[in-house]
């Protein structure tokens, strides 16, 4: 294969690949614009795992997004306070006002309900996902408490601290031995 041959290889790959970003990016933008409602990263993330089947970071769709507000697919807009009001479940939601994303055709879609998305709710602190609690979320690990008075405590320590430095002796001699 030639220099010129595999050139022209990787400018054709090149064009399919820009073609099929351009393809799903248009995908996207007709899905966002299907729900009526401006959408957070978030919810944009489970609206293209609905169209690709594929969970993407959210470092990579919020990449993706900022490629589609340049292309003019789609417009970004803060949170207003009424929105805030219904993330925060009738009270205004703590922290600072989220990023919305809007169809470019219609930029001063309000969001009028909580769930835009299939299978997305906001909580009412922020606006991550829901998601369950660990099991041991919150629990205080138990600690090893030592029993005895303070000179077999130290003896004790000793004893071990020896013990371990036998070992690493014997594992000394036996690389220099080697």
Known sequence: MTDITRQRNLEKARARRSSLAETRNL?????????????????????NKKL?????????????LA???????????????????????GQTARGTAGMYFVAASKPKAR????????????????????????????????????????????ARQISELQARIDELRKLQTGIKNS
């Open 27 to 47: 995908e996207l933008a007709a899905a966002i614009e299907k729900t009526g409602q401006p959408l957070t990263v978030n919810e944009v993330r489970v609206l």
């Open 111 to 154: 969001r009028t309900v909580e769930i835009a998305v299939d299978g997305h709710r906001f909580d009412h602190a922020s606006s991550r996902r829901l998601h369950r609690p660990r099991k041991n979320a919150g629990l205080p690990r138990a600690k090893k408490v030592q029993t005895g008075s303070v000179d077999e405590i130290i």
């Open 52 to 64: 690709t089947g594929r969970l993407v970071d959210q470092s990579a769709i919020r990449a993706r």
């Open 67 to 89: 490629r589609m507000v340049q292309t003019g697919l789609l417009v970004t807009r803060p949170e207003t306070d009424e929105e805030r009001i219904l993330r925060g479940g």
